[in-house]
């Protein structure tokens, strides 16, 4: 999209642009010239510190059962089940018979052994630098030998009736554990060599094309999360010696281990129910079919409630695998039509990257009063009418292509639409920050579309795509009270949002060599509200991204839908987390943005050749700080916005 630059010295001029910064503070400047950072990280930013701070809580505990409260949630950053999930077959064992703790509604926890019972054996409880829950059992190394622990361990004293139980206990989650990893053998030898081929296939793209995983089976990890990846993602390439899935192509299956059986088959299932993005549900989680059948049995009553009836019939306790292979299949496909019926979204609790697919309530008292304000603050600024978000369309004197012709200070209608979406739902939501991205030119896409220019698109940068970022005044409490610096971590976000558009098209379009190669993830169809998200992605520890709505759109241009194509996220950097009604609400106002996208994109299609400029780091300065482009580098004395 990017046009090509001239012999005559403009190359040298753009090349002189690059090396310049482009924060807004910093306007004019060589890139990386400053003496040091403006802003240097906490130490205990994010998760290492969230961790530190558990740990001493939980060694401050008054007993074990508050201690491990405080450990399985993180000190409430995410639900107990999630952490629960994620035990080793000894350590649930261990939990179940010295503290009463049992993961699994359908069995449990049995009474307690009497505590005033002479020590058998001292156990050790310790909190992983992945954040998981450990336990020391009988004839295991003390836990600093196995793991990298936090800080120490919590003894906790077995007598013999916790030995006796526990014997018990484990020996039957063995003998489990056993027999799934024997069913799911059966289930691979039956799929041929052919067909166990393309499932590997299958789940080396959903490694690349999906955010963060983190699985595990026993003590082993299975994720494409940064440095400690075992699969494909963004350390490892297909085919990568070290990527689990590309060692075990042509591997006879005798020679699979149960783990890596049992993983291949669990990560089928979560595909089948509902694609690559239901692989993020089990994120923290030990990837056992007993757990994986609890995930799908939450989703098919959460369906059938939808549906109206008992129109996907469950799997049965202690399914085998072929039962929750069908189980998955019928989830997979009645999911469009819940989708249809009511709102799906996913809650998201950034400690341990783990998301919840849930269905909605309808829209009520809370989500009304967002919807008014911001369909009364649209009303005013813009040639629309209705009585709410869902209604909105172009007033009946209005010129039908505004959208392409410069409106208001802007240079065309839909800049306008997607500034003052923006700003109105930072006021309405109390949002510290409110932002909407998309494409830059939607003619340059018809064009690329009309001559099946896959490949042409695959070459777009970042820069031909825009985030509009509107922080409300107080947000410039969390920056030291300066404005200078809200400009810029205002075009921080936009600038990640631009790499999101970006991120998202190519999966879109058809399946070329290019378009293969090209990095990119299957673009979100559904909204979802995220708890605590600053604690590992680095733009948001470092920006205090903390409590989010996103809302992704798609829209169709040319014939073609593109999911993704736009959305809206809402930040909070502190106080309450956002609610489901806030939710239902945020996506009415990207639905607006959306459609108003969407007219632009016939507009478009019949010959308008408007295009997107805004929303550059010269406008995030001037727009946060009310100074213009020319007084960047100084420190405003209060905010516009």
Wanted: net charge negative; with cysteine.
């Amino acid at each position: 999209m990017t046009a090509p630059v001239d012999r005559d010295g403009s190359r040298r001029a753009a090349n002189a642009r690059k090396r310049q910064s482009r924060r807004p503070s910093r306007l004019g400047l060589a890139a990386g010239a400053t003496p040091k950072p403006d802003r240097v990280r906490e130490e205990d930013a994010g998760f290492p510190g969230l961790l530190a701070r558990v740990w001493r809580k939980a060694s401050a505990a008054a007993d074990l059962r508050s201690a491990l409260d405080t450990l399985l949630t993180l000190d409430g950053h995410v639900p107990a089940e999630v952490q629960a999930g994620g035990l080793r077959t000894a350590d649930a064992a261990a939990l179940k018979v010295v503290a009463g703790l049992s993961g699994d509604d359908r069995d449990p926890a049995g009474a307690v052994a009497d505590a005033a019972e002479r020590t058998a054996f001292l156990g050790e409880i310790g909190l992983t630098t992945g954040g998981r829950v450990v336990v020391r059992v009988p004839s295991q190394q003390p836990l600093a030998k196995q793991h990298t622990l936090v800080a120490g361990v919590l003894r906790v004293p077995w007598t013999q009736g916790h030995l006796e139980a526990y014997r018990r206990e484990v020996t039957a989650a063995q003998e489990r554990f056993a027999r799934y990893a024997a069913d799911s053998r059966r289930w691979l030898a039956e799929q041929g060599e052919e067909g166990r081929a393309a499932l590997l296939a299958q789940l080396t793209e959903a490694a690349q094309r999906t955010a963060p995983f983190m699985l595990y089976i026993e003590d082993k990890q299975y994720t494409n999360f940064r440095d400690t990846n075992t699969v494909v993602g963004k350390t490892l390439w297909p085919g990568h010696p070290d990527c689990v899935f590309g060692s075990l192509s042509g591997l006879p299956l005798e020679l699979w281990s149960d783990h890596d059986a049992l993983l291949v088959v669990g990560i089928t299932l979560l595909i089948r129910s509902a694609g690559y993005g239901r692989i993020e549900e089990a994120n923290g989680s030990q990837l056992t079919p007993d757990n994986v059948g609890r995930l799908l049995e939450h989703t098919r009553r959460n369906y059938n409630g939808a549906l109206g009836g008992e129109r996907i019939p469950a799997a049965g306790p202690d399914a085998g695998i072929d039962a929750l292979m069908d189980l998955a299949a019928a989830l997979g496909a009645h999911r469009p039509e819940v989708a249809r019926t009511v709102q799906l979204y996913r809650e998201i609790h950034g400690a341990l990257i783990h998301k919840v697919e849930k269905v909605a309530a309808p829209y009520g008292e809370v989500a009304a009063d967002r919807d008014r304000q911001v369909t009364e603050h649209l009303r005013a600024a813009l040639p629309v009418v209705g009585d709410r978000l869902a209604e909105l369309r172009l007033a009946d004197d209005a010129d039908p292509a505004w959208l392409a012709r410069p409106y208001g200070g802007f240079g065309t209608g839909l800049e306008a639409v997607v500034y003052e979406a923006v700003a109105a739902t930072t006021a309405a939501f109390k949002a510290d920050f409110s932002m909407s991205r998309g494409i830059r030119s939607l003619p340059e896409l018809v064009r690329a579309l009309r001559a099946e220019a896959w490949d042409e698109i695959t070459t777009w940068g970042i820069t031909d795509f825009f985030c509009c970022v509107v922080p409300a005044p107080e947000a410039r409490r969390h920056y030291g009270d300066s404005l200078a610096t809200l400009a810029d971590t205002a075009w921080a976000m936009s600038s990640r949002m631009q790499y999101n558009s970006w991120h998202f098209i190519a999966g879109n379009l058809p399946r070329t060599q290019k378009v293969l190669e090209r990095d990119h993830f299957v673009p979100p169809t559904i909204p979802d509200i995220a708890h605590f998200s600053d604690q590992h992605h680095h733009g948001h520890v470092n920006n205090m991204v903390r409590f989010t709505i996103r809302s992704p759109q798609a829209v169709e241009v040319c014939g073609r839908p593109f999911n993704g194509f736009m959305d809206l996220r809402i930040v909070r950097a502190d106080g309450e987390p956002y609610t489901e009604q806030e939710m239902l609400a945020a996506h009415q106002v990207a639905a607006f943005i959306a459609r108003m996208t969407q007219q632009a994109a016939v507009l478009a299609e019949q010959g308008e050749q408007a295009e997107v400029t805004a929303f550059d780091s010269g406008w995030h300065w001037t727009s946060v700080t009310g100074t213009p482009v020319e007084r960047a580098g100084t420190e405003p004395a209060r905010p516009r916005i």
